[in-house]
């Protein structure tokens, strides 16, 4: 019921799927450009509305009263930015104690203009041997656009030019350059 709720919701407002989620017991969702609240928004009601759980890191200081609690009931999880805290390992370590995680991350980690990505998330899916589904919100097109799930190989070079590429023509509520791998 929830499900086809969130479902019409997001058809009302406009917005429609292109493509679809792997049917994976566990990914790595990166979305990006991240330039607003709205992502959030966009992004909880499409998880919703495709009936899937997926998880996400959010700096520690969303999960303070009065809100936190409901950032944890959606499947947040804290993050102390401010220290090194090895989120790599310790993000790995989430798919290893739950067979049907799934995490979605923003490689900007922040809504503001960034000159490198932060790649963790590849990382990350390297170590816990699990895909990277490359996700962008369109709000140009009133798009949420999945594309195909991969596989980090040996060579983040080329995957990760690979991840750059499909998010470069996608529209943000703000627009942004999606910077290169090296700069």
């Known amino acids: 019921m929830f499900q086809a709720v969130c479902y019409r919701l997001l058809k009302f407002i406009g917005w429609d799927f292109v493509g679809q989620l792997p049917k994976k ?9 991240h330039t607003s609240n709205w992502d959030f928004i ?3 009601l ?3 509305a495709l009936g899937e759980k997926i998880h996400f890191l959010g700096k520690h200081q969303l999960f303070i009263p009065p809100w936190g609690w409901l950032f944890r009931a959606v499947g947040g999880t804290p993050v102390d930015r ?3 805290n090895n989120l790599v390992e310790g993000a790995s370590l989430l798919f290893k104690h739950n067979p049907h995680f799934k995490l979605a991350l923003t490689p900007e980690g922040t809504r503001s203009t960034v000159t490198r990505w932060k790649i963790g ?12 589904v490359t996700v962008g919100f369109d709000f140009k097109l009133k798009k949420i656009i999945i594309g195909d ?3 980090p190989s040996q060579d983040i070079e080329k995957d ?6 499909f998010h470069r023509n996608i529209n943000g509520r703000h627009p942004k350059d999606i910077p290169d791998f090296k700069n």
Do not use: E
């Open 42 to 44: 966009i992004g909880l």
């Open 46 to 48: 499409a998880c919703y």
């Open 160 to 165: 990760m030019q690979k991840i750059i590429h």
């Open 82 to 84: 401010s220290k090194s």
């Open 121 to 132: 998330f590849y990382h990350i899916a390297r170590q816990a041997n699990v895909p990277i």
């Open 25 to 33: 017991p566990q990914y790595i969702i990166i979305v990006a450009p």
């Open 149 to 151: 799930d991969m596989i």
